[in-house]
């Protein structure tokens, strides 16, 4: 079973640059793909950006393409969501997510993912 934890979120002024990191444990961490999520006060978890298992495969919300950059780094076990040009609507609750996959597709639904961290807090102030 693996286990995901998400670090890395602040305060941030609009504008701002943040980056978030995922540490994977307890699992085969090339066998899964990742994605990150979000979900802001009251309003449904969104798809934010997935990497496939060999990073050749990354889509992007249209809110966040552009200025946030997913990657991967299979030997350290971790997925990271590089942010820039932050805005206050990016605020939200920040979820990293897997899902073990024989291919090297990519996700952006949220049921078809399996394991899912605690999430890590991003505010961006205007």
């Known amino acids: 079973q693996v286990q995901l934890v998400e670090s890395g979120g602040r305060l941030v002024q609009a504008g701002g640059s943040l980056r978030l990191s995922c540490a994977a444990s307890?699992?085969?961490?090339?066998?899964?793909?990742m994605g990150w999520f979000r979900q802001a006060p009251g309003k449904e978890r969104e798809f934010v950006a997935a990497?496939?298992?060999?990073?050749?495969?990354?889509p992007y919300a249209d809110s966040v393409k552009g200025r946030f950059t997913i990657s991967r780094d299979n030997a350290k076990n971790t997925v990271y969501l590089q942010m820039s040009s932050l805005k206050p609507e990016d605020t939200a609750v920040y979820y990293c997510?897997?899902?073990?996959?024989?291919?090297?597709?990519?996700?952006?639904?949220?049921?078809?993912?399996?394991?899912w961290g605690q999430g890590t807090q991003v505010t961006v102030s205007s």
């Open positions: 997510a897997a899902r073990t996959t024989n291919s090297d597709a990519v996700y952006a639904t949220i049921r078809l993912y399996d394991h």
């Open positions: 307890g699992g085969t961490f090339s066998s899964y793909v």
């Open positions: 990497i496939s298992r060999s990073g050749g495969r990354i």
